[in-house]
């Protein structure tokens, strides 16, 4: 008897955008494992120290290898997940479409959104972050990747579904639920 791979939910987009959120909502009450790049990068962060933005971006580079390891594992047990980072869409397409071939799974890709200005306003208000991502000292690098789509949808094989986070109240969550669940 066939069984269908497992489903991973991916959930992606700019910072500040809602992904986190929607991502741990999905994961609660799906259930599903949740594997997100800020709590792994953090615990880098607390195990060898925060540093300069060079020393961030190498963390980053550890952190992408430990999420996609992580999920590898996951996939390899036959179990489904949620997938939350701001995937750069060059890089991560690459490297999910080689992980679906080794180990195949069913995509529902959630690409979060706002609007320009709701994303950097949010991106300098949020207070709550570990102090090693020095938000501050990323803005204009931020900025310019928000401008060029860095965090735009990945190639990969699967739906698709695009939520305009801009007004969290026209945010039909229920609906993202249930598509994960019938995917």
């Given at each position: 008897?066939?069984?269908?791979?497992?489903?991973?939910?991916?959930?992606?987009?700019?910072?500040?955008?809602?992904?986190?959120?929607?991502?741990?909502?999905?994961?609660?009450?799906?259930?599903?494992?949740?594997?997100?790049?800020?709590?792994?990068?953090?615990?880098?962060?607390?195990?060898?120290?925060?540093?300069?933005?060079?020393?961030?971006?190498?963390?980053?580079?550890?952190?992408?290898?430990?999420?996609?390891?992580?999920?590898?594992?996951?996939?390899?047990?036959?179990?489904?997940?949620?997938?939350?980072?701001?995937?750069?869409?060059?890089?991560?397409?690459?490297?999910?479409?080689?992980?679906?071939?080794?180990?195949?799974?069913?995509?529902?890709?959630?690409?979060?959104?706002?609007?320009?200005?709701?994303?950097?306003?949010?991106?300098?208000?949020?207070?709550?972050?570990?102090?090693?991502?020095?938000d501050e000292e990323r803005?204009?690098?931020?900025?310019?990747?928000?401008?060029?789509?860095?965090?735009?949808?990945?190639?990969?094989?699967?739906?698709?579904?695009?939520?305009?986070?801009?007004?969290?109240?026209?945010?039909?969550?229920?609906?993202?639920?249930?598509?994960?669940?019938?995917?």
């Amino acid at each position: 008897m066939a069984t269908d791979p497992p489903l991973v939910v991916v959930v992606t987009g700019p910072p500040a955008s809602g992904k986190s959120s929607i991502a741990r909502y999905l994961a609660e009450v799906l259930p599903a494992p949740l594997i997100a790049k800020d709590p792994v990068k953090e615990a880098l962060f607390d195990a060898l120290g925060a540093g300069d933005p060079d020393w961030s971006r190498k963390l980053g580079i550890a952190t992408y290898a430990i999420v996609y390891l992580t999920l590898e594992q996951e996939l390899a047990a036959g179990r489904s997940c949620v997938l939350e980072a701001n995937f750069d869409h060059n890089e991560a397409s690459a490297q999910l479409a080689a992980i679906q071939l080794r180990r195949p799974f069913r995509a529902l890709q959630i690409v979060c959104t706002a609007s320009r200005d709701v994303l950097i306003e949010r991106f300098t208000s949020r207070g709550d972050r570990h102090p090693g991502h020095i938000d501050e000292e990323r803005l204009d690098d931020v900025i310019e990747s928000i401008d060029t789509g860095r965090w735009r949808a990945l190639e990969l094989d699967g739906e698709l579904v695009e939520v305009d986070t801009t007004d969290w109240s026209t945010v039909d969550i229920d609906a993202l639920v249930g598509r994960a669940r019938v995917g």
